[in-house]
């Protein structure tokens, strides 16, 4: 596959996964009930058991990766110094300590998508990201090249073929910044809806009694 159709292919995931994530969150919208007990239960639930799920599969690639010692395939990877230097290197790394890499990188993402779904449970009261990522996580994770290299045993070739677009921690952060204000604008309408039909029964409620 040439470097044109890759970027095709890229193109088409993410187009892919914009239209899968709106069609979710219009989904979930339609039938979650935030002032539902049990419903925020099940979020709660959801996500947890999905959180869960993710973290055990990236320590069994983990594993898988370890197994990886010693050998002498190597890979050329672009990289950079730091997030803030804008000089991009190319260097030759061993599998084994790209792979490695990589798992160690997902292990983050984890964690700041934890932290930042917790934060806006816990201290926003917002339901909908947990309904959200209790999907988006394992599909993530799912489509991830080390998943589908080491757990379901495909060839790293074509698409798979190293380096993979990894996990990259600072993008992670602002994509996940970029979804909570979409969530923050969404209940802000939510609320603006609610008030104005609340007002509207009040302006009824005081033209029937006059």
């Known amino acids: 596959m040439g ?3 890759e970027v095709l292919a890229e193109a088409k995931a993410a187009g892919f996964k914009a239209i899968l994530t709106l069609g979710l969150v219009y989904t979930i919208k339609q039938f979650l009930d ?3 007990e049990r419903h925020v239960q099940i979020c709660q639930l959801g996500y947890a058991a999905a959180f869960v799920l993710q973290v055990l599969v990236t320590l069994y690639i983990k594993a898988k990766v370890a197994k990886l010692e010693g050998t ?3 890979v050329t990877v672009i990289k950079k110094d730091n997030l803030f230097d804008s000089e991009e290197k190319k260097i030759r790394q061993n599998i084994y300590d790209y792979d490695t890499e990589q798992v160690n990188q997902k292990i983050q993402q984890l964690l700041i998508s934890g932290a930042m779904i917790a934060f806006l449970y ?3 009261e917002l339901v909908l990201p947990l309904a959200i990522q ?3 996580g394992p599909y993530s994770t799912y489509e991830a090249p080390m998943f589908k290299v080491h757990v379901l045993g495909q060839a790293a070739q074509g ?6 677009s990894g996990a990259d921690v600072a993008g992670q952060f602002k994509k996940m910044q970029d979804q909570m204000k979409e969530i923050q604008g969404h ?7 609610t008030r104005r039909s ?3 029964l009040k302006s009824r409620g005081k033209k029937g009694r006059a």
């Open 3 to 5: 470097a044109e159709q």
């Open 34 to 36: 935030t002032e539902n």
């Open 72 to 74: 002498e395939a190597m």
């Open 122 to 124: 816990l201290k926003m």
């Open 134 to 136: 209790t999907f988006l």
């Open 159 to 164: 698409k798979l073929k190293r380096p993979w």
């Open 187 to 193: 209940k802000k309408r939510d609320k603006a809806t």
């Open 198 to 200: 609340n007002n509207k």
